[in-house]
């Protein structure tokens, strides 16, 4: 499978965001490819980011993003994603972000090859069970930060 990606930033009238330099960037496929293979981010730059995410077999830790809207486009496996609900003993892991060991409440959803999923900034998300490898993109949009269930940052 190849997968590569191309961003174009261009002058965007009404003060969109735009790239850091307003130029092009381009991933070949073979750098978008290593870093599935790990599980590593493509661009991190201040409005958004873009990962290259990659999750074998065991839950993940419930996460928090107060400014971080995040789109997750799902390559290849499934898996079962909580949104919502309350973080279980979530504590801050750096700026901006909260990690906890799961979510009580919640939705729970099968997300598979081709679903599209977006979790506003201040959503708790948990993938509960992984039926891997999955490997799915995530665009992180940057916000105003918004009220967590967990009261606030």
């Known amino acids: 499978m190849r997968i590569g990606i ?38 991190e730059v201040e409005d958004y980011k873009i990962h290259a995410s990659r999750r074998e077999s065991r839950p993940g830790l419930a996460e928090i993003h107060s400014r971080d809207t995040d789109i997750i486009y799902v390559l290849q496996g499934s898996a079962t994603l909580v949104t ?17 060991s799961g979510i009580e409440g919640g939705e729970s959803r099968e997300i598979t ?17 992984v039926n891997g490898p999955l490997l799915y993109y995530v665009v992180k ?12 940052m």
């Open 84 to 100: 919502g609900g309350r973080a279980v003993a979530a504590r801050p892991t750096g700026p901006e972000e909260l990690r906890g």
């Open 6 to 43: 191309v961003l174009f930033a261009s002058a965007m009238p009404f003060g969109l965001a735009q790239a850091q330099d307003g130029k092009v960037t381009y991933l070949k496929s073979d750098q978008v490819q290593a870093a599935f293979a790990k599980g590593s981010p493509l661009i």
């Open 113 to 129: 090859v081709g679903d599209v999923v977006v979790v506003p900034n201040g959503t708790p998300h948990w993938f509960k069970q």
């Open 141 to 152: 949009v940057r916000q105003d930060g918004r009220e967590t269930a967990m009261g606030g």
